[in-house]
């Protein structure tokens, strides 16, 4: 028989000496009596407070807890990954280290997912909190574009190992695990969990990271619909463009011969549209070539991890 936890609760946290403690505790008083077993993974990303000697204190004292050291700040996603690849449990657990989510709601978290209702659950917040018309703006973006149909996609989420197995989160794409899972064809469902202020410490939140989320969610979007087939996007815009400059031409052509009227500002629109248009195919051919390496990629590791 196994012993390996059947949930692995991943917790990046960067200057939280003063909240692990109390963490720790609650998770062992709200996970202990739950109907599986469980591990904390706690990842110190970067610390330049006591993080790392209150988790080597901890771990003399919680069987259960285990750690993981940035020598940097890395940012959650890569925090997550890090975890992920020490962690041995088939449901994985993202939950942050600021008591603004209790342990005690991870049982109805991941109940959906031990039940084999759905694959990944996203925790919907309840309650007054920080950044909330920011996150109000990301959740209703996403849902148009991605159309996934739960309410909070920026929250505490649970999901099956396999989910994102082979898939990477590149810097701050840990928010949109949600939508590339959706896009795989994985069940989704959500669970209300109460958000609580901070415990204590600052946040990390800076409203520089607005500008960041957006590009980043205009990329996702880009990867997820023409990722696979990157001439429908670059070859049809790049026919715009030069259908565009043909019809300049044309015009500029009437207007010359027809006319008498030459009009320099529109043959410089005729070669700019046809030079641009003849580039955007050819980006459109490149992506082809790193659309089909990346197919070649992903049939590698299939058969790789056929063959384990």
């Known amino acids: 028989m196994s012993d390996a936890p059947q949930v692995s609760i991943l917790v990046p946290a960067r200057d939280e000496a003063e909240n692990l403690p109390r963490f720790i505790q609650l998770c062992d008083e709200a996970l202990t009596p739950a109907p599986f077993s469980f591990e904390v993974v706690v990842v110190d990303d970067g610390s330049r407070d006591p993080t790392a000697s209150v988790l080597a204190e901890l771990g003399g004292r919680y069987r259960f807890l285990r750690s993981v050291s940035h020598r940097r700040g890395r940012g959650i996603a890569d925090a997550l990954a ?3 690849d020490v962690a041995t449990g088939g449901v994985l657990v993202f939950y942050p280290a600021d008591l603004q989510y209790l342990p005690s709601d991870i049982p109805g978290l991941v109940a959906p997912i031990l039940s084999g209702e759905a694959d990944i659950v996203t925790g919907t917040k309840q309650g ?3 950044k909330a018309f920011v996150s109000g703006v990301y959740n209703r973006l996403c849902r148009r574009l991605f159309g996934v149909q739960v309410e909070d996609l920026n929250s505490v989420k649970a999901w099956r190992r396999e989910v ?23 069940r989704l469902t959500s ?3 109460p958000v609580y202020p901070r415990h204590a410490g600052v946040s990390k939140f800076s409203w520089r990271r607005i500008p960041v989320g957006v590009l980043d969610l205009i990329s996702v979007w880009f990867q997820l619909k ?5 001439m429908l996007f670059f070859g049809l815009l790049g026919a715009v463009v030069f259908l565009i400059g043909l019809l300049s031409g044309i015009v500029a052509l009437v207007l010359r011969f027809g006319f008498g009227i030459g009009f320099r500002p ?26 089909g390496f990346r197919e070649e990629m992903r049939e590698l590791a299939r058969k790789v991890d056929q063959r384990a």
Do not use: C
């Not at 529109?266 to 659309?291: P, Q, R």
């Open 82 to 84: 890090s975890a992920a």
């Open 128 to 130: 007054k909190y920080e």
């Open 164 to 186: 994102l197995q082979g898939a990477t989160l590149r810097p701050d794409w840990h928010r949109y695990m949600v939508v590339i899972a959706a896009a795989d064809g994985w």
């Open 191 to 193: 669970h209300p969990v």
């Open 226 to 230: 023409f990722g696979r087939k990157p």
């Open 266 to 291: 529109l043959l410089n629109l005729v070669e700019t549209m046809v030079i641009s248009g003849i580039a955007l195919f050819g980006f459109g051919f490149v992506g082809e070539l790193i659309a």
